[in-house]
């Protein structure tokens, strides 16, 4: 017996754009069903090769199967049509093309807290929501004080959910659709809701599902994440499955396409991404020994340089993310909180030589009022390439992690007695990267 569970062929979505379904009485249903017939023997109107501008395929022929155990994640731009094949593969929407094949009981988190009615208490709006789900009134009630527990309301079971705090109705919907025994889990942004310490609880309890040998679905723009739960990954574009295979070769692509490769970037007065009438973020750059470029040596010390204006006296201060290829963010950097009057300013972010690891990054800019406040912020605004330069000795392969810096090591041999180690030089000595071949 195969252990294909996901199989999907040549699936595709059409909308329409900027038109309502009109309504249909009980004639208009009636009449379509006695003209059905008739309608088979009609020509129909072969689709344009260009495409039709009055609709928009939200997917396209995306064909792909998973195997039972298998957790995948599906990765792309906002629009590329990630939501919608979740939605088709939970049968809450039809396909305009194609079809999908799912063998198994499913369970999807797909809108946390669809279907909670705000009269209702939170008891009784685990019922209703757990039988939306699918789950039988016996396996809710053998699994109620646990799904309570997970969302921390034990307090407030009881009370009318529309007294809730959004973070409230939240944890207790995610808890509901968790403890669903689902053969397959499709989780569509779960984890971009909710404070930090709930989304490590989410994350914790998604990998607890797929170390079960369950079937996942996840859907995530947080690259770590993605990377940290699935070992396979999909990514879409415009609708199209453009890449498929092992999650970290999958989740550099996407990265490596949606980073702007430039050593420079200079926005105008009329960005209001970068202007917003306060602040203006004008120019930020990346400095090496041998001028402006997105090409640095690995042995080489590096500046960004981010030029600002201030149209008003302001509390300010600056801040960067510096992302790896997979969109981790190896560390954070700022300034100080300054008093500032009106003018252009610079502040330049100093990086020493033989910090980063090779490899792409991006930085995210921030320019920030009384140290809390985000007055400006251009995600991966600027970008560079981290090249190898320093010797490695006879190792050849990648070298894991965001940074790679080169310490000073203190090297003592305890096999020499005391006399020995305060005696001779060569025992005692001090070395740089073990990987650098030199002493």
Same mark, same amino acid.
């Given at each position: &017996?195969?252990?294909?569970?996901?199989?999907? @062929?040549?699936?595709?979505?059409?909308?329409?754009?900027?038109?309502?379904?009109?309504?249909? #009485?009980?004639?208009?249903?009636?009449?379509?069903?006695?003209?059905?017939?008739?309608?088979?023997?009609?020509?129909?109107?072969?689709?344009?090769?260009?495409?039709?501008?009055?609709?928009?395929?939200?997917?396209?022929?995306?064909?792909?199967?998973?195997?039972?155990?298998?957790?995948?994640?599906?990765?792309?731009?906002?629009?590329?049509?990630?939501?919608?094949?979740?939605?088709?593969?939970?049968?809450?929407?039809?396909?305009?093309?194609?079809?999908?094949?799912?063998?198994?009981? &499913?369970?999807?988190?797909?809108?946390?807290?669809?279907?909670?009615?705000?009269?209702?208490?939170?008891?009784?709006?685990?019922?209703?929501?757990?039988?939306?789900?699918?789950?039988?009134?016996?396996?809710?009630?053998?699994?109620?004080?646990?799904?309570?527990?997970?969302?921390?309301?034990?307090?407030?079971?009881?009370?009318?959910?529309?007294?809730?705090?959004?973070?409230?109705?939240?944890?207790?919907?995610?808890?509901?659709?968790?403890?669903?025994?689902?053969?397959?889990?499709?989780?569509?942004?779960?984890?971009?809701?909710?404070?930090?310490? !709930?989304?490590?609880?989410?994350?914790?309890?998604?990998?607890?599902?797929?170390?079960?040998?369950?079937?996942?679905?996840?859907?995530?723009?947080?690259?770590?994440?993605?990377?940290?739960?699935?070992?396979?990954?999909?990514?879409?574009?415009?609708?199209?499955?453009?890449?498929?295979?092992?999650?970290?070769?999958?989740?550099?692509?996407?990265?490596?396409?949606?980073?702007?490769?430039?050593?420079?970037?200079?926005?105008?007065?009329?960005?209001?991404? #970068?202007?917003?009438?306060?602040?203006?973020?004008?120019?930020?750059?990346?400095?090496?020994?041998?001028?402006?470029?997105?090409?640095?040596?690995?042995?080489?010390?590096?500046?960004?340089?981010?030029?600002?204006?201030?149209?008003?006296?302001?509390?300010?201060?600056?801040?960067?993310?510096?992302?790896?290829?997979?969109?981790?963010?190896? !560390?954070?950097?700022?300034?100080?909180?300054?008093?500032?009057?009106?003018?252009?300013?610079?502040?330049?972010?100093?990086?020493? #030589?033989?910090? !980063?690891?090779?490899?792409?990054?991006?930085?995210?800019?921030?320019?920030?009022?009384?140290?809390?406040?985000?007055?400006?912020?251009? @995600?991966?605004?600027?970008?560079?390439?981290?090249? @190898?330069?320093?010797?490695?000795?006879?190792?050849?392969?990648?070298?894991?992690?965001?940074?790679?810096?080169?310490?000073?090591?203190?090297?003592?041999?305890?096999?020499?007695?005391?006399?020995?180690?305060?005696?001779?030089?060569?025992?005692?000595?001090?070395?740089?990267?073990?990987?650098?071949?030199?002493?």
């Amino acid at each position: &017996m195969s252990d294909i569970v996901i199989r999907v @062929e040549n699936l595709g979505k059409r909308y329409r754009i900027g038109e309502r379904e009109r309504y249909l #009485a009980l004639r208009d249903v009636l009449t379509r069903a006695i003209s059905a017939p008739a309608r088979l023997f009609r020509t129909r109107k072969p689709s344009s090769p260009n495409g039709d501008p009055t609709h928009i395929w939200a997917l396209k022929d995306v064909s792909f199967e998973i195997r039972q155990g298998e957790v995948v994640g599906i990765i792309g731009r906002n629009g590329a049509g990630k939501t919608t094949l979740l939605k088709i593969l939970a049968r809450v929407s039809k396909p305009t093309t194609g079809h999908a094949e799912v063998r198994g009981r &499913m369970g999807s988190l797909l809108e946390v807290g669809t279907g909670f009615h705000p009269e209702l208490t939170g008891r009784e709006n685990t019922f209703l929501n757990g039988a939306i789900l699918g789950m039988s009134k016996k396996e809710i009630t053998r699994k109620f004080d646990e799904i309570v527990a997970f969302a921390e309301i034990e307090k407030f079971i009881d009370t009318p959910v529309k007294h809730y705090s959004s973070g409230m109705q939240v944890r207790l919907a995610f808890a509901v659709a968790a403890h669903l025994d689902a053969e397959i889990l499709l989780v569509d942004e779960v984890l971009a809701v909710g404070d930090a310490v !709930f989304q490590r609880k989410c994350t914790g309890k998604i990998g607890q599902v797929a170390r079960g040998g369950r079937t996942v679905l996840f859907v995530s723009h947080s690259m770590a994440a993605i990377s940290s739960l699935c070992r396979r990954a999909l990514l879409l574009h415009a609708g199209a499955t453009v890449r498929d295979g092992p999650t970290g070769e999958v989740v550099a692509a996407y990265m490596e396409a949606n980073t702007n490769l430039s050593g420079e970037v200079a926005w105008d007065a009329a960005d209001r991404t #970068a202007n917003n009438g306060r602040v203006h973020l004008v120019r930020a750059r990346i400095l090496g020994e041998r001028g402006v470029g997105a090409d640095v040596e690995i042995d080489r010390p590096v500046t960004l340089e981010m030029d600002f204006e201030v149209f008003t006296e302001l509390n300010v201060c600056s801040s960067i993310h510096v992302l790896d290829k997979y969109g981790v963010c190896a !560390f954070v950097s700022g300034t100080p909180n300054r008093l500032l009057r009106p003018g252009l300013y610079r502040d330049s972010y100093h990086f020493p #030589a033989n910090l !980063f690891n090779d490899g792409p990054y991006s930085v995210t800019l921030f320019l920030l009022t009384e140290t809390t406040r985000v007055e400006i912020m251009v @995600e991966q605004a600027i970008s560079f390439t981290v090249n @190898e330069s320093r010797g490695r000795g006879e190792y050849l392969g990648v070298m894991i992690g965001c940074v790679r810096p080169q310490l000073e090591v203190s090297h003592t041999s305890l096999s020499a007695t005391e006399g020995e180690r305060n005696e001779g030089g060569d025992s005692v000595r001090r070395i740089g990267h073990s990987l650098t071949g030199r002493d």
